[in-house]
């Protein structure tokens, strides 16, 4: 994990005072203690919502405003629960209602794309282009070419499969082998590696999209146990037409 990408999941996480830690949220303070820079502008934050925290917990209702909320609930008629009672139907429907709007809603949600393949991806854009090899062949007849360098089953995606890959290397993020292509003519870089070694666990042959950083953007799928990385110098809306 790079420290930009442990920033960006600090800066959305909220803490959970009688809940564990998640892994990822512990890795990135891990990376943003090495970044002297990010690591005291997260505490910062931390500090300034603490603060705001204690201010609205000190707020206190005024007797007047809490008397009036007093004398409004006192004043109810006490009833008892009938399941005929057409206000009771109504507020039962109305909980039923909003139960299925908000499990549609959560159900029906784009899944998540992968932090480990976001990192993956801003690895990926960062290749410096010494690194690359000449190819000169579309990208679906890459795969001899990345068996010869050790890596075997590279996948070029079936919208992409006929472009002509300019160039090509074999590089490790940690100790996984990263295969990866240049396609400069379509402004892309497509590239495989493991999924299980990536820690990524999802769907086979289902695309998911991301805004990486605001001049790069990148989607993942998996497909026989491999993932297949595009990603692209510009906004994911673009990226998307040239994959769906």
């Known amino acids: 994990m790079n420290p930009k990408t442990a920033r960006r999941i600090l800066a959305t996480h909220v803490e959970d005072p009688i809940g564990d830690i998640p892994s990822n949220v512990e890795r990135a303070l891990t990376v943003l203690e090495k970044t002297p820079e990010l690591f005291s502008e997260y505490r910062d934050q ?9 201010l609205l917990a000190n707020i206190e209702i005024p007797d007047p405003v809490f008397d009036s909320f007093t004398k409004t609930i ?6 008892r629960f ?3 009672d057409p206000a009771m139907l109504a507020v039962l429907i109305g909980v039923v209602l909003l139960v299925f709007v908000l499990a549609w809603d959560f159900l029906g949600r784009p899944a998540s794309f992968p932090v480990d ?3 993956i991806a801003s690895e990926v ?4 282009e010494d690194k690359f090899e000449n190819a000169g062949l579309p990208a679906q007849e890459m795969e001899d070419w990345f068996v010869l360098k050790g890596f ?3 996948i070029a995606p079936g919208h992409l499969s006929g472009l002509m890959a300019q ?8 100790r996984m082998p990263l295969a990866v292509l240049e396609m400069p003519a379509s402004n892309l870089r497509i590239a495989n590696f493991d999924a299980e070694a990536a820690d990524i666990n999802m769907p086979e042959g289902e695309w998911r999209f991301t805004q990486v950083e605001p001049s ?15 990603v692209h110098p510009g906004p994911v809306e673009t990226l998307k037409r040239q994959l769906e």
């Not at 854009?125 to 410096?128: C, E, L, V």
């Not at 953007?217 to 595009?230: K, W």
């Open 152 to 154: 075997d089953g590279f």
């Open 117 to 119: 393949a976001m990192e």
């Open 46 to 54: 931390v500090a300034l919502d603490k603060k705001a925290s204690r």
């Open 167 to 174: 160039s090509a290397t074999l590089l490790k993020s940690g």
């Open 125 to 128: 854009s960062g290749i410096a």
């Open 74 to 79: 006192s004043s109810l008629p006490a009833s």
């Open 82 to 84: 009938r399941w005929n």
């Open 216 to 230: 790069l953007s990148a989607a993942v799928r998996v497909e026989g146990g491999q993932c297949v990385l595009v």
